[in-house]
């Protein structure tokens, strides 16, 4: 019977483990740190909300591209400095992305101050 309390005990203790795992890994996917759906700072699991792009677009303030989760890119727009956002080719990219009221536009890289296409607000 203690056998079976301690292998109990193990196994809860690895799924905990393996659940606080995925949460941890969960938390840096560019679509759940980059979303629409936000009034305030403290909506967002980045903790910053752009709220004048449509429908409040929450992100992650950035001073170079590893500050942002994968697959998308720390910019310089013309009224915010360093801010994580999801790099785009074609408008259609951003409307699939992040939803209507999205378009692709040329924003300064924040490294290289080079232009690149992300989805801003249309």
Request: hydrophobic share 30%; glycine share 14%; net charge negative.
């Amino acid at each position: 019977m203690a056998r079976i309390a301690r292998l109990l005990t193990i196994g809860l203790a690895v799924g905990l483990g393996m659940a606080a795992g995925a949460c941890s890994d969960h938390g840096d996917d560019a679509h759940h740190v980059i979303y629409t759906g936000c009034d305030a700072n403290g909506d967002c699991s980045g903790g910053r909300c752009i709220d004048g792009f449509p429908g409040g677009l929450c992100t992650r303030n950035c001073a170079r591209h590893e500050d942002c989760p994968s697959g998308t890119l720390c910019v310089d727009t013309e009224s915010i400095h360093g801010v994580c956002l999801f790099p785009c080719a074609t408008d259609g990219e951003c409307v699939d992305t992040l939803g209507g009221g999205y378009t692709c536009d040329t924003e300064s890289d924040v490294e290289t101050e080079e232009d690149v296409l992300v989805c801003v607000d249309a």
